[in-house]
């Protein structure tokens, strides 16, 4: 199986065990919904089946726990077999660590059966991860809190804003989606990536004061502005912070739904090697076994129950050797899965190719005497969405004394207006046609 996405949550409880054991049981609740709407033969029960009736889908589930003193670790684990001998295993556990509640989830897939082939995937954030998320606003990954969709608004707030993005211990990525003149160049891009990366990013919409903010702090060059849209990512560097400016946007005929998948699949798979499984989960486990174990030699007091216990310890060490032989199987899909990247590009369609941010070493634009063609491909309330390609071969330019819309298009796409003489062409259809000396 390979991991697609891994989700950890953290509420700081220090000094109350009761309100730690209600949210936990509140937790489990929402697994409990979850396996219930799966409609899973027995949601209480510790392990069961489930068959969808609107998909067909069907597959299985299994609990396990451990607990020590205080401390408690619980787990739900639910594997489906999709079409085309898919499966999709989610894991969600719950944590009393003693001082905190922390929920850790992974999705993973894969085969249900060896094959040397491209698994399409296309995760999303799983319903118990919202749902708990929409418990409270006190959930954090690390020293960051996670929120839903922000925005900041005004020159002040921006600059607030951009000492968050350069904190040293920040340990979600930032997408940041800068308006213009208070529109998107993307429409409903933030309120799709905010549903899809929850716990994962954190999308905030910036205004045209707070994006003034922004390089204030940051420098032009590290900002976000007029529709752009940049990721910025833990441990500022300015140096690898991906910026897809509406140049390239446009070029790349995004659409929100598009890009929207691209960021989601690139970040959900990032998170899957990078955030941390709690570390008191086997702590937690291991006391456990120890606390049992000691338990049963206290009790052990004739050959016949030592007999017993021998039984018993043989049956544990089978369940570990098969646990074990699994946990190999999933390395050598894993190895699989490496092997085969090339092969899963190369199953893309054009229509799945990446939309690139800008490279470091971008072209810095026209430079004067230039001359350069751009056409409108769309507009917005205030502005015309322009790309630029070749010459159209008319020779009908006309002035553009009055084309202001045009003008705000070609200054956003360029990123200046410093041109020498600009033009419209009489004879192009379907948009309209646009040269520019510079």
């Known amino acids: 199986m390979e991991k697609l996405a891994a989700y950890r949550l953290e509420h ?15 937790v489990v609740g929402l697994l409990r919904k979850w396996l219930k709407q799966k409609r899973a033969d027995d949601p209480e029960a510790s392990q069961g089946e489930f068959k969808s009736e609107r998909s067909g889908d069907s597959g299985y589930f299994g609990w396990q726990r451990a607990g020590h003193g205080e401390r408690s670790w619980q787990m739900l684990r ?95 990525p930032l997408i940041v989606i800068s308006e213009d003149e208070g529109e998107l160049s993307l429409p409903k891009l933030d309120r799709e990536l905010g549903r899809a990366l929850m716990g994962l990013a954190n999308v905030t919409v910036v205004d045209d004061g707070a994006s003034w903010g922004l390089t204030d702090v940051l420098g032009k060059e590290n900002s976000c502005y007029w529709g752009a ?47 941390v499984r709690p570390p008191e989960i086997d702590d937690i486990r291991r006391e456990a076994d120890r606390a049992r174990m000691q338990n049963l030699q206290a009790q052990l007091k004739s050959s016949a129950e030592w007999e017993d216990f021998a039984e018993t310890y043989s049956r544990e060490n089978e369940e570990l050797r098969r646990e074990k032989e699994d946990l190999e199987e999933e390395n050598a899909r894993l190895c699989d899965a490496l092997q085969n990247a090339e092969a899963r590009l190369g199953a893309e369609s054009p229509g799945d190719q990446a939309i690139e941010p800008e490279p470091p070493d971008a072209d810095s634009g026209p430079k004067p005497g230039d001359i350069r063609y751009y056409k409108k491909v769309g507009y917005t309330r205030k502005l015309d969405k322009m790309v630029e390609t070749s010459a159209c071969g008319h020779s009908a330019w006309q002035a553009a004394n009055k084309a202001d819309k045009a003008k705000k298009g070609i200054e956003r796409y360029v990123g200046r207006r410093n041109w020498a003489m600009i033009r419209h062409c009489g004879s192009c259809t379907g948009g309209g046609m646009w040269k520019v000396r510079w």
């Open 12 to 26: 700081d409880v220090s000094d109350d065990a009761a309100a730690r054991a209600v949210e936990i049981e509140a």
């Open 78 to 172: 639910l594997v489906e077999d999709l079409s085309r001998g898919r499966r999709f295993e989610t894991s969600v556990s719950v944590t009393d660590t003693g001082r905190s509640v922390i929920v850790y989830a992974t999705l993973a897939s894969g085969l249900s059966s060896s094959a040397v082939t491209p698994v399409p995937t296309d995760a999303k954030c799983p319903r118990p991860v919202r749902w708990i998320l929409d418990m409270h606003g006190a959930w954090y990954h690390g020293a960051t809190k996670i929120r839903g969709m922000n925005r900041v608004e005004g020159r002040e707030a921006g600059r607030h804003f951009a000492e968050e993005i350069r904190f040293a211990n920040r340990t979600l």
């Open 229 to 275: 849209v940049r990721v910025y990512w833990p441990r500022y560097d300015v140096n690898r912070h991906p910026f897809w400016p509406v140049r390239r946007l446009l070029d790349s005929a995004a659409t929100a739904d598009r890009f929207e998948a691209q960021l989601r699949n690139q970040i959900m798979r990032i998170s899957g090697r990078s955030a």
